[in-house]
């Protein structure tokens, strides 16, 4: 069979297999291209899910005659004003939009650029252009969706869930520019110039109010990398993934590398199988990125992936670590909690078992001890300490426990929960969450023990695996594992955590499948996390166990100065305010 070249309506209906997959994904090219021809005001209407029809109107700068003539045809773009394509400034480039769903629809477009006497209709089924009274910017009418090839109509979803499908797309465009208005169907409606976080709540539910954190970080090196935008609080969390909206230069884009850094900031905080929400915009010099990777435009590659995967981990954790900000966090030199591990410089997370198992903070390592400065409890005749299912501590009028976060406790209910009381409101903390997150936090900034090998450990791998893991070396150096290569298909373990005994040639497999999917690999970090907080779990104060004021009150003052004091490293909430107010509702005062 001779070689022949394809008819140009063949072409765009190949082009179109990888640019229309559905109506969102026409909704996306056309809105893109709004926003590219600097529109501020954009409106979007679909019926029948986007089947019948598609309509997006922007008051952008328009289009001539010449230019409506050009734009319709295949790799005809105004985006690439040179030939580098590392040098991309706009949503579009590629040229591909408009030729492709004209392909497999009656599409009609009306345009005016305020210069001409009049605006142009173009139908794209005669690409006749004719004038029309179009005044303002662009208008295209997409009909009859698939109506050409009826085949792929059997893989779109009912009409409601492809109008949610827009509607996804929509919210991640409004998303990245909170200075352009947004319309859809006249019922959901971003206002123009909206301030970001009003826009997060519009877009991800009023839950997200006062529990989202602000991130503005820089590069202190000349790489340009800024990161901007809001994280959740590790105890707002989702079950999926569907509130994670992440930007590079303003573009929205699903990158592995952006999602994996984002897991590992919360990998201490929020349990492996719930989702934080954010909404991030990567920046950096666009000859570092290359976003012309897919036909969406929704996947990048960048020049140092490394580079960027550390710097967002490192500023999301920081955030993250911020302890309890209050007008006078007290300092350990009053309310002291002190560790005691010494297991660890022995062995990895080996506990002293000389020393009782049971807890008692003066007295079982590995946990933590409570140095007896607390101040004296002041027993005062007129206000008697009461005596019912748990223990209410008298009142101390010398201290200024007001000034604290998390305030002056007042008891211990159920042998579980601390009560204390700030000026508004009731403080309940889990003993036992508070604790671990303590004892975690300890454990992650202790030195690890390593155990250097006389004898390496050679794990026998395919040339590509050994490659593939060699790639996280440095990064597997700071969970006490020194591994290089032992010639061209082995890689040999030198140094290892004292008390890892794994199936390394399981774990390398895993971590080399791991870089070749996402550029990138968590593995060896989550086990260390895992085995930290397995540990910090095992050894910090149990629900059920009884604690005296002292006790409760020094591990308060210690989970104000904490890191991640929030949570526990499962995910749990270490503490609850109930203002006063509320209170009083529940008795009608």
């Not at 400034?89 to 210069?115: K, Y």
């Amino acid at each position: 069979m001779s070689v022949r070249i394809l008819p140009d309506f063949l072409i765009n209906q190949i082009a179109a297999g990888e640019v229309v997959e559905r109506p969102a994904s026409v909704v996306k090219e056309l809105v893109e291209n709004a926003l590219d021809a600097g529109a501020d005001q954009i409106v979007i209407d679909v019926v029948d899910g986007g089947r019948t029809l598609i309509s997006v109107i922007d008051n952008g700068a328009g289009m001539s005659r010449d230019d409506l003539a050009t734009a319709v045809m295949r790799h005809a773009t105004s985006k690439l004003p040179t030939d580098d394509l590392l040098n991309i400034n706009f949503m579009g480039f590629r040229g591909e939009a408009l030729p492709s769903i004209a392909s497999v629809s009656d599409m009609e477009i009306d345009t005016c650029n305020g210069v001409d006497s009049n605006g142009w209709h173009l139908d794209c089924n005669t690409m006749e252009i004719k004038p029309c009274a179009w005044d303002t910017g662009t208008r295209i009418r997409v009909k009859n969706l698939f109506g050409r090839t009826p085949a792929r109509l059997k893989f779109l979803r009912g009409d409601r869930a492809e109008l949610m499908s827009v509607l996804e797309v929509v919210k991640r465009l409004a998303m990245a520019r909170v200075d352009v208005g947004f319309t859809l169907n006249n019922k959901w409606r971003f206002p123009k110039n909206q301030d970001l976080i009003e826009r997060i709540a519009a877009v991800m539910g009023d839950d997200v109010r006062g529990r989202m954190l602000d991130v503005d970080a820089e590069s202190v090196s000349n790489s340009g990398l800024k990161l901007s935008g809001f994280i959740s609080e590790p105890t707002l969390r989702r079950a999926s993934s569907v509130d994670q909206y992440l930007f590079v230069n303003g573009r929205p884009v699903k990158d592995k590398v952006l999602v994996g850094a984002l897991r590992a900031a919360y990998m201490d905080v929020m349990h492996a199988r719930e989702f934080p929400l954010c909404a991030l915009n990567l920046t950096l010099n666009p000859q570092a990125v290359d976003v012309n990777v897919s036909p969406a435009k929704t996947e990048v590659h960048f020049l140092e992936p490394s580079h960027v995967r550390a710097f967002i981990i490192k500023n999301l954790r920081d955030r993250l670590a911020q302890p309890l900000a209050g007008p006078a966090v007290v300092q350990s030199s009053e309310f002291k909690v002190q560790s005691s591990i010494n297991g660890i410089n022995n062995t990895f997370f080996k506990p002293n078992v000389s020393q009782p198992a049971r807890f008692d903070f003066n007295l079982v390592p590995g946990a933590f001890r409570v140095a007896s400065r607390a101040a004296p409890i002041v027993e005062n005749p007129q206000k008697p300490c009461v005596k019912t299912d748990f223990e209410v501590a008298p009142i101390d009028e010398n201290i200024q426990a007001f000034d604290m976060p998390l305030g002056r406790v007042v008891g211990q209910i159920g042998n579980k929960y601390i009560i204390a009381q700030t000026e508004n409101a009731m403080v309940v903390v889990d003993q036992h969450a508070a604790h671990e997150r303590i004892t975690y936090e300890k454990l992650r900034n202790h030195a690890i023990k390593t155990q250097p090998l006389l004898t390496p450990i050679v794990i026998n791998m395919r040339e590509e695996d050994v490659t593939a893991v060699l790639t996280v070396a440095d990064e597997m150096r700071v969970s006490g594992l020194h591994i290089d290569a032992f010639g061209d298909d082995a890689i040999a373990i030198f140094e290892k955590p004292a008390d890892w005994d794994l199936d390394w040639g399981t774990v390398f497999k895993s971590i080399a499948d791991e870089v070749r999917s996402n550029g990138h690999s968590s593995g060896l970090n989550e086990k260390l996390h895992l085995k930290l907080a397995n540990y910090a779990c095992h050894h910090s104060v149990r629900a059920g166990q009884k604690l005296d004021i002292n006790q409760m009150d020094a591990l308060l003052r210690d989970i104000e100065n904490t890191e991640r004091a929030g949570q526990c490293n499962h995910g749990r909430p270490v503490y609850k305010f109930i203002p006063i107010s509320e209170i009083d509702g529940w008795f009608e005062r």
